[in-house]
């Protein structure tokens, strides 16, 4: 109840909670939102390039489609990129850091040391790498982000285990010859899973941008999905004439974003006991 009370008080955090919320409300029911579902895949020339108006709210495209209704659906597809991205690292990157963290074993230094490899290389340049290799599509850049995510969650855990690695309950548990997956899936990782539930909220905001950033090199969603970065991407040649084209995919891009990083921001403050005391 106590947190619940700082929460509250944080502005911010409360601002990108609602956010989420709202964002995730229209990804669930996305179907059942778009104001014109017929004119989501299907070309309308004789309406392309419209501003926005009481029949089309945020105008129409380059092939006449109403782009509030697919910025609508692009929320769906960015809210499950994201999950199954930051899912995907998650699965990778959390057992990679507990067993390096809790061991100092040859085999853990040399995970370590792989994460730092990828760290060293900014993510965006990787991820792009990376994808080119695999082939372009949507699913190539979701494995492409995962796999250059995942040293973030290996990084934040094993700081968190080295830290809590010598605590008493620990070698408590030690000398009462209980195995090393049990000391660490029942009693490590729940006491490191703070930190890591703060890495993924941030990283589902940043899946999101990089995900948008991909689909506008051409890398990630492929005509016809809608796809916010693939929008803005389309709409270059129609600028600043139909600035309508870009704007309001851009703007779901960043109220998303700004959503999860305020939320995350305030769950660190929240659960992070080092911040709280230095209040």
Known sequence: MLLLKKFLRDIPAVIGFAIIVVVVFIGIFAPWL????????????????????????????????????????????????????????????????????????????????????????????????????????????????????????????????????HALFVEALQGLGASQARILLVHVLPNVASPVIVRATIGMGFTILTTAVLGFLGI???????????????????????????????LAILVTVLGFNLFGDGLRDLVDPRLRRSR
């Not at 372009?136 to 995942?150: D, E, F, K, P, V």
């Open 34 to 165: 778009t104001p014109k579902p017929e004119a989501v895949f299907d070309s309308n020339i004789m309406a392309r390039l419209k501003p926005p108006s009481a029949e089309f709210l945020f105008g129409t495209d380059n092939l006449g489609r109403d782009i509030c209704s697919r910025v609508i659906l692009g929320t769906r597809g960015a809210l499950i990129v994201s999950l199954s991205v930051v899912a995907l690292a998650m699965a990778i990157g959390v057992p990679i850091g507990l067993y390096a963290g809790y061991t100092s074993s040859i085999s853990g230094e040399a995970l370590m040391r792989l994460v730092d490899i990828f760290l060293s290389v900014p993510q965006l340049i990787l991820a792009l790498a990376i994808a080119q290799l695999i082939g372009r599509g949507l699913q190539s850049a979701m494995l492409a982000l995962a796999l250059t995510y995942w040293p973030f969650f290996a990084r934040t855990v094993y700081s968190e285990t080295r830290r809590v690695r």
């Open 220 to 250: 990630g969603a492929s005509p016809p999905d809608p796809d916010w970065g693939l929008a803005i991407a389309e709409s270059r040649r129609y600028l600043p004439d139909a600035w309508w084209f870009a704007m309001f995919p851009g």
